[in-house]
C-alpha cells in the first residue's frame, strides 16, 4: 500500500501566502502524476492543479495566483499559494496515481483565508 501525508494548511489573512506539501510513503513503483483538489463546505471537490511529467495543468480561477511543482526524488507534490482570497477557503485533498495501485488521496488539510 501507498500513502499521501499532506501538510503546511492553516489559516492565513487575505493577500497572504501559503505552500502545502505532500509526500507519497509506501510501497511505490512509480507515480504517474499527482495534483491537488479542494472542497469548499456545501461544494463539489474541484481540481486546483496537476502536474504529470512536467505539465501543469490548473483551474482557470488560480492560475496566476497558484504553482504546483515536483521533486520526484522525495515523492513530493508542493502548491504555493499567493494572493490567497476568502473564497480560497476549502479542505485541500492530495491526489497521486501511484502505481501498481491506482488512485490514491491523502486525508486533507485545511485552508481558512480571512478577510
Known amino acids: 500500500q501507498a500513502q499521501l501525508v499532506e501538510s503546511g494548511g492553516g489559516l492565513v489573512q487575505a493577500g497572504g501566502s501559503l505552500r502545502l506539501s505532500c509526500a507519497a510513503s509506501?510501497?511505490?513503483?512509480?507515480?504517474?502524476?499527482m495534483g491537488w483538489y479542494r472542497q469548499a463546505p456545501g461544494k463539489q471537490r474541484e481540481l486546483v492543479a496537476s502536474?504529470?511529467?512536467?505539465?501543469?495543468n490548473y483551474a482557470d480561477s488560480m492560475k496566476d495566483r497558484f504553482t504546483i511543482s515536483r521533486d520526484n526524488a522525495k515523492n513530493t507534490v508542493y502548491l504555493q499559494m499567493n494572493s490567497l482570497r476568502p473564497e480560497d477557503t476549502a479542505v485541500y485533498y492530495c491526489?497521486?496515481?501511484?502505481?501498481?495501485?491506482?488512485?490514491?488521496w491523502g486525508q486533507g488539510t485545511q485552508v481558512t483565508v480571512s478577510s
Open positions: 491526489y497521486a496515481y501511484i502505481l501498481p495501485w491506482g488512485d490514491s
Open positions: 502536474i504529470s511529467r512536467g505539465i501543469t
Open positions: 509506501g510501497s511505490i513503483f512509480g507515480i504517474a502524476a
